[in-house]
């Protein structure tokens, strides 16, 4: 895999959202890459939780504008589809979900914490939705 790490111990598989490049953005390639690895996760029920995890600088800082910004307006679109995609993928795996959020998780990366069963924060754990800052309304993570 390009942008995430994938381990299991036992009966807990972690999910490390590793594109630190883009502080862990939810780039196009990263959630088709990760709604397959969660697909493949759930059909071979090896596990019986997915944790999410970030880095030690970031757990995820949302969509990339700096991607969006280079898109004509169908591949944005398509990029919210599949964003929306990942997350029903989220709320329908037979596994319990945990976010697990050491630093910052904003915008799209509140989403995936909110889609996710549960989430365990660190003291140093920041969440925003700041997207009037771009001229946009992020209310995507209010929906869970």
């Avoid at 969660?38 to 596990?47: G, H, M, P, S, T």
């Avoid at 591949?75 to 910052?104: D, G, H, N, W, Y």
């Amino acid at each position: 895999m390009r942008y995430l790490q994938y381990r299991q111990t036992e009966e807990i598989g972690y999910i490390t959202i590793d594109n630190m490049q883009e502080f862990n953005t939810l780039t196009m390639a990263l959630l088709e890459e990760l709604d397959n690895l969660l697909k493949q996760i759930a059909k071979a029920r090896e596990v019986k939780v997915v944790v999410f995890e970030g880095s030690d600088k970031v757990f995820c800082a949302g969509h990339s504008l700096r991607e969006i910004e280079s898109m004509t307006e169908n591949e944005v679109l398509k990029l919210f589809q599949t964003c929306q995609t990942v997350m029903r993928t989220i709320r329908e795996l037979p596994q319990l979900v945990i976010s697990k959020v050491k630093k910052a998780a904003v915008a799209a990366g509140c989403q995936l914490v909110a889609a996710s069963d549960m989430a365990i924060a660190s003291e140093d754990a920041k969440f925003a939705t700041p997207g009037i800052n771009s001229g946009l309304f992020c209310s995507t993570p209010a929906v869970f």
